[in-house]
């Protein structure tokens, strides 16, 4: 086995993603770029600039389309072929963290910090968010999970057929939230190793 080292940041990469295929590989940075890379050329073949720092991507299970983080603006929605900036999502927040598809691509998560310091998800659907455009503002989102009373929500990712999303918090929780009943259907502490209701 042979390392490959690939270059094109000038600040800390953030995240690496390979697509559904894994023909296309996708990084983000602190340089307010995203880069994609051929894995069978081993050469970057596609720039995105997203004119903020950046600490997440995600990518279509088609890669038609790659979402990004903009830090302190929101969601960036790309055309992947062209790197057309299809829509563009203001969250309103300190620091937009996170998003992550669902299986299905039919909704995503939005992981966010608020000056006040806390963490919210918000759950959108796709087909809206494409359709946006570059309004102000983003489309109303189908929930919004606050984080636990003094806990901060630092990951978040989704359950069986699209139904929960689970997250974790900075102070050993993970929480299982259902979308459409809009609540915790289940919760551990990581830290005592036991299961508790909400």
Request: aromatic share 10%; charged share 25%; glycine share 6%.
């Amino acid at each position: 086995m042979q390392p490959i080292y690939l270059t094109g940041h000038s600040r800390p990469v953030q995240k690496v993603q390979f697509n559904y295929d894994g023909d296309l590989l996708f990084t983000c940075s602190d340089d307010k770029s995203v880069c994609m890379y051929s894995t069978q050329m081993l050469n970057r073949v596609g720039l995105f600039q997203i004119n903020d720092s950046c600490k997440s991507i995600d990518v279509t299970k088609d890669s038609k389309y790659l979402f990004a983080t903009a830090t302190t603006k929101g969601i960036k929605i790309f055309n992947v072929a062209n790197g057309d900036l299809i829509s563009e999502l203001t969250i309103g927040a300190m620091q937009t963290k996170q998003v992550e598809l669902s299986f299905s691509d039919k909704y995503f998560a939005v992981l966010y910090e608020e000056k006040s310091r806390e963490t919210f998800i918000k759950i959108f659907n796709t087909k809206e968010a494409l359709e946006w455009g570059k309004k102000e503002g983003c489309p109303k989102p189908i929930c919004t999970i606050k984080g636990p009373k003094d806990h901060g929500i630092n990951c978040v990712k989704w359950g069986k057929f699209d139904e929960t999303v689970l997250y974790a918090t900075d102070k050993g929780r993970l929480l299982q939230y259902n979308i459409e009943e809009e609540q915790v259907v289940k919760a551990r502490d990581v830290n005592r190793n036991e299961i508790f209701t909400i």
